[in-house]
């Protein structure tokens, strides 16, 4: 499947379509050029690093003391309601990514500095399913999850004399929004959007979705017959799997790594990229890293990333080069490894000036002190010269003792991106999970073309957390220097916090950057703290936690799981042998009043499925009788809301049976009883 440019390089809905998932263009600096801004609700008080606001919160959740929009129009009346700007751009543009956590009222966008706008309704859909919300549809099946990505949309919409979104609503309500833009350069020729756009393009959307959807699929037909090469490496040494000579480019690089201790290997074994000569190479990453899979394997499939079950790692970044590429490994652990590689190149023509070396930069910060009293901004890259930024991840370590989302989030902190020398950001965001499309600290895993959360040990946001977001139509280009910060602001004050992370990008050669050659002590292998207990703090505060394995009564199939993601380093594994079985917990209640009992279980390949009765009376768990506690690959720790209960003083029963056709493990780690 191929896609091009609208001939003659005039910038329409359809090339910015095709842009969605051309890998090509991707590696060629813009032309015509463009900046790339994002307009959010990100506080206002952030103004400058050495101001008091700097790591200012108040970002969309309402009524803030000076509200997130470029300006009031109209202050709020008698119900509260106003009207506000939330940008006002003059000259040909594209808006091309939307997100939005919650947001009411109604918006209206103008385009061109016409008098009619192009869209005025309801704000939620336009920020979401934008050409539904034109079209006055339900969000169609083929685009949900494609083109709109979790609280992420990329709907293109091109305008060739400006753009003006205005939001009417409560300014007390929620009122989260990122906006970004492309500003294309003076004398761009640009074809406006119109709602005809969309029927138009239809076949073409449809195509660019089903790619989205299943980028193994589609793309990678060229590895099936691709040759392997496979190389052996002792602790300590370093070798080069492949040399390709000439003007080409990397279209496919796969890699398959095996090791007696596999989540070692791939945080151990360093891949290193070099074009043209280069002495270290414009890649440096561990190889697990590198293809979003860290730490150890964690499937997902994305558009440049597929991460499959059975270990193979795939990059479909295009990689160009003037004269020469060598992908070189180290081995900086001390466990052999063996890694098979399939790298595919093609004849490419170098542009001076236009083609441009990819590069992929890893660095990690260990022992931080993640606290909410000493916030930080967190350095992902700094590059001086001309290129563009393609992709982002952070692979985390959050050693914290709080089970609860409210009490243990990591992040926060808002992402500050800074181009071409200027003091002020282009991009102030909302949160860090905001930035990976993602909102309310959601702690289950999601993968999707741009975005996903392959790994999030739990409960909540305890533990090992990985999040990718890849700028594909939303890349950022600069001319002279891009600067990326991500603030750390916590929930809770955490030690031995582990912070790395990922920038991915295109260069012109001659660029540099504030990369650090990659030490042992950095791929240092990190594990949980081996014991822990649940704190009661922020959702769990005023909580009673009950280890499952000391209330239950005549336990049977039953054994004991040793792992640092469960509490006292061990969990309950219950292996009914009939749906007649049933496990029974004795939960002492020491004074009458209210309560609200939560279970944190386990959920893992293979889980079965439960049902739970308190007292003898069967819960309903979202509205449903049977809960299923499995997952398609790790096993992570949840939690189960079983609901708010008016209780007496003494001991009540929970019962835990097996449901579905045939009874399946069931994983307990402990119970929580919270007073209201």
């Known amino acids: ?162 753009c003006r979104m205005v939001w009417k609503g409560k300014i007390g309500d929620l009122h989260f929004y990122h906006v970004q833009m492309r500003l294309y350069d003076q004398g761009t020729k640009v074809k406006s959007f119109s709602v005809n756009d969309i029927k138009e393009n239809i076949n073409r959307l449809d195509k660019v979705a089903a790619v989205l959807a299943e980028p193994f699929k589609y793309l990678d037909t060229v590895l099936f017959d691709a040759a392997y090469e496979t190389v052996w490496l002792k602790p300590g040494e370093k070798k080069v799997v492949k040399s390709v000579m000439g003007s080409a480019a990397i279209k496919r690089l796969a890699v398959f790594v095996t090791a007696q201790n596999l989540e070692k290997a791939l945080r151990q074994t360093v891949l290193e990229i070099r074009f043209d000569g280069s002495p270290w190479g414009q890649v440096q990453s561990p190889v697990g890293d590198f293809f979003g899979a860290a730490p150890g394997l964690n499937p997902f499939e994305s558009l440049p990333f597929t991460v499959l079950n059975d270990g193979r790692m795939i990059c479909r970044y295009y990689m160009p080069f003037r004269d020469s590429a060598e992908v070189v490994l180290e081995n900086m652990g001390d466990q052999e490894v063996t890694v098979v590689t399939k790298i595919v190149s093609e004849p490419c023509e170098w542009k001076d000036g236009i083609s441009m070396h990819f590069r992929a930069r890893w660095r990690v910060d260990h022992e931080l002190l993640a606290d909410p009293k000493q916030v930080k901004d967190i350095p992902y890259l700094m590059i001086r010269g001309k290129g563009k930024m393609v992709g982002a991840a952070c692979y985390l370590l959050n050693p914290t003792s709080v089970p609860s989302s409210s009490g243990n989030w990591w992040g926060e902190g808002d992402e500050k991106i800074f181009t071409d020398d200027n003091l002020k950001p282009s991009f102030i965001g909302t949160g860090s999970e905001d930035y990976y499309n993602y909102a309310w600290s959601e702690e289950e895993l999601f993968d999707y073309g741009y975005c996903g959360q392959p790994r999030n040990d739990g409960p909540a946001n305890r533990g090992f957390v990985t999040n990718y977001r890849w700028h594909i139509l939303d890349n950022i280009p600069f001319t002279k220097s891009f600067d990326f910060y991500m603030e750390l602001l916590s929930h809770r004050k955490v030690e031995h916090f582990s912070y790395a992370r990922m920038i991915y990008a295109y260069a012109v050669p001659g660029a540099h950057d504030d990369h650090l050659a990659i030490t042992k002590s950095d791929v240092r292998h990190l594990e949980l703290p081996v014991d822990w207990w649940p704190e009661p703090a922020g959702a769990s505060s005023n909580s009673i936690f009950y280890q499952i394995e000391n209330i239950l009564s005549k336990p049977q199939n039953i054994e004991l799981v040793q792992d640092p993601i469960w509490s006292v380093k061990q969990m309950v594994l219950w292996k009914p042998e009939s749906k007649n079985e049933a496990l029974v917990a004795f939960i002492p209640v020491t004074k009458s009043g209210q309560f609200v009992f939560n279970l944190t279980v386990a959920r893992m390949a293979g889980g079965g499925k439960m049902e739970l009765l308190l007292d003898d009376k069967p819960l309903k768990i979202n509205g449903d009788l049977i809960i299923d506690l499995s997952t398609s690959y790790r096993s992570v720790a949840r939690n189960i809301s079983l609901g708010r209960f008016d209780l007496t003083e003494g001991v009540h029963i929970l019962k835990i049976k097996p449901a579905g056709d045939k009874p399946g493990p069931v994983g307990l780690d402990f119970i929580w009883v919270k007073a209201i």
């Open 1 to 162: 499947m191929s896609f091009q440019l609208s001939i003659g390089q005039v910038v329409t809905t359809g090339s910015l379509i095709d842009e969605l998932v051309n890998f090509q263009k991707l590696a060629e600096f813009p032309d015509p050029g463009y900046q790339s801004v994002q307009f959010s609700s990100y506080d206002r008080h952030t103004v400058s690093p050495d101001q008091p606001g700097w790591f200012a919160n108040d970002d969309g959740f309402g009524g803030e003391q000076l509200p997130g929009f470029l300006k009031v129009i109209k202050t709020p009346d008698a119900n509260g309601i106003g009207e506000y700007l939330i940008c006002d751009v003059k000259g040909p543009g594209a808006i091309v990514r939307l997100w939005t956590a919650e947001i009411d009222g109604n918006l209206t966008v103008w385009l061109d500095q016409k008098k009619d706008p192009i869209y005025d309704g309801p704000a939620q859909p336009f920020f979401l399913h934008t050409y539904e919300a034109f079209l006055k549809e339900e969000p169609r099946k083929e685009w949900t999850g494609t083109l709109n990505q979790n609280m992420a949309s990329y709907y293109p919409l091109p305008f060739e004399k400006g």
